[in-house]
């Protein structure tokens, strides 16, 4: 009896799968999970991140990143980041909603980290483009949390107070090669660790705001953590992001 109830219960847990390699990625569902050491020549140390569980029942998953991080204080080391494979390929007028679920907290850090958690949302006129590409021309940051008083591109907020989603942000705005980074951070609270909006009302904003053309398409929705210096455990207890056209 014993046996055949652990037999039951064994396929729904699938041992968790953790990357190491400054370009690894891994497939998961509707997610790809990359660690993307991109800035790692500018300090010393290392990260992995483990992808601990996914759901194509709720389009959900669950995972988590270590990192040890020194030197280069103002310079990003990595963004370890969960990419949607299919929320994308829509044109932002033609977004209907764009729900997103994203609980997180730290396990443990290092006194004094420096580290955002943020999303990283890539518009263009292409339907397709890779992140940080020629194809690019926004990427819309969301910053959930901001630690050891890093701040966005830009030299001040372009915009302050404003309400969307239930939560207050200033606007950021900047050039990055190619594009233009927005970046939307969140005030009056020091981390938002149960996000779960739809992202579509930062679509709309900015849009009515005329700061974005409504042809432009999304290429690509992630969502991670920008690490520059300490070490820390971010776990993600529950991801889920979807773009439902009209
Ligand atoms: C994770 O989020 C999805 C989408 O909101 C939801 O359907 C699911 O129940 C959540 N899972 C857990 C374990 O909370
Ligand atoms: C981070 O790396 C430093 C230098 O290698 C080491 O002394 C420290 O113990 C590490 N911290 C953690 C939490 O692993
Ligand atoms: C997208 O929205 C535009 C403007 O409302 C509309 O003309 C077009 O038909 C829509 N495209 C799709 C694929 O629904
Ligand atoms: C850029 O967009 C074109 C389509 O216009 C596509 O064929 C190409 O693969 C894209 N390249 C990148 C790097 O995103
Ligand atoms: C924004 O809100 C803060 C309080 O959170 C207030 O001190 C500040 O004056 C407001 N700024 C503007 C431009 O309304």
Redesign the pocket.
Known sequence: MLLSLSLLVLPVLSAAQTISGPEDCLQAGNYQLCQNLWGRDTGVGSQSSTLVSQSDTTNSLSWSTTWNWTNGPDNVKSYANIESTVAKGV?L??VTSAPTTWTWSYQSRSDGIRANVAYDIWTGVPSVGTPASQNSSYEIMIWLSSLGGIEPIGDSPVTTNVSLAGYTWDIWRGPNQNWEVLSFVVKDVADVTNFNVDLNEFFEYLIANQVVA?TQYIQSIQAGTEAFTGSAVLVTSNYSVAVN??
């Open positions: 044109q007028q033609n409504p056209p009209n």
